[in-house]
């Protein structure tokens, strides 16, 4: 049940995550990446922080404390000025696809590392549901703006720090809570995202927000930050990392139904057929094959 509720936290983290790059890519024209990262992680802060002082989590020992801000910011830092700077060159649907090289990069490198076992049917779901994205997009690909290509490379090496964040925390998140060690890294993520735009300047055009602007940054906050990355943190501690990343396919998917519903972007066949193969690559990579499910079994008789 735990491996279960860690797979659907993923899904619904990377569905939010979907609906976060239309903000994203609405502020973009208002704020530099560094602004747009200091609003979404330091409101996600302040909404996550009581929280896990009304639930009375347990926050990461002393000795955690180092790591802790340095995966703060790895992902709560860079990541966001990665993610963003891409989407400055690139369109939301190519800078989606980039960012669905996730799961490989976390299959990969967790295998490197020593974190989770190679096997076939993990990496065969992580093939089928990278493709279901690129069939979902494939109407979208062609029309790319000069220069995507570094939006592109912008959103892979964001997708890297994804990866490395999803392996290194793991153990971490263990031993605390989700939501505290959440919180602790995002502070640090965000107070470095929010010294870098002091020092730039980067908040001066805040004064020319509109209504539509803050709606869009208190969204980034409260969704794209606070109820996304504690989602994130949840599914890490109940599932492998790469059982985790493979979700982040859903993330375009749930960003172009969200096109559809608000601009009235038309539904394709292609839509639907890479919703298909998104969500049979996710059930391939996590759950187990016949042979694993009887050795599970024949172990539970002879204990």
Not at 3 to 23: D, F, K, R
Not at 178 to 191: E, L
Not at 200 to 222: E, H, K, M
Request: glycine share 10%; aromatic share 10%; proline share 5%.
């Amino acid at each position: 049940m735990g491996e279960i509720s860690g797979v659907l936290a993923a899904v619904l983290s990377s569905a939010l995550g979907g609906t976060s790059i239309g903000a994203t890519r609405y502020l973009v024209n208002s704020l530099d990446p560094l602004a747009i990262g200091s609003f979404r992680f330091g409101i996600g802060f302040l909404l996550l922080f009581p929280l896990a002082l009304l639930r009375g989590d347990r926050w990461p020992e002393r000795g955690d404390w180092a790591a802790a801000i340095g995966l703060g910011m790895l992902f709560f830092a860079l990541f966001p000025i990665l993610f963003n700077a891409s989407l400055i060159f690139t369109t939301a649907a190519r800078g989606a696809l980039a960012l669905s090289t996730l799961p490989l990069l976390s299959l990969v490198i967790g295998a490197a590392l020593g974190a989770e076992a190679l096997t076939w049917r993990k990496s065969i779901g992580v093939v089928v549901a990278t493709f279901g994205v690129a069939v979902a997009l494939l109407s979208d690909l062609t029309s790319a703006p000069t220069g995507a290509w570094r939006g592109d490379l912008l959103m892979i090496a964001a997708a890297l720090c994804m990866a490395l964040y999803g392996i290194w925390s793991k153990p971490l998140i263990r031993r605390s809570g989700p939501i505290a060690f959440t919180t602790m890294s995002m502070a640090a993520g965000a107070a470095c995202l929010i010294l870098l735009s002091h020092v730039r300047g980067s908040f001066a055009p805040v004064t020319d927000f509109g209504a539509p602007q803050w709606l869009a940054a208190l969204y980034l906050g409260a969704f794209g930050a606070a109820l996304t990355f504690y989602l994130w943190a949840f599914a890490l501690e109940r599932t492998t990392p790469t059982r985790v990343a493979i979700s982040v396919t859903v993330n375009p998917v749930t960003a172009s139904l969200v096109g559809a519903y608000l601009l009235n972007e038309p539904l394709r066949w292609n839509l639907a057929a890479g919703i298909v193969a998104v969500f049979a690559g996710i059930w391939i990579a996590t759950t187990p094959g016949r042979r694993a499910q009887a050795a599970g079994v024949c172990a539970s008789g002879l204990s």
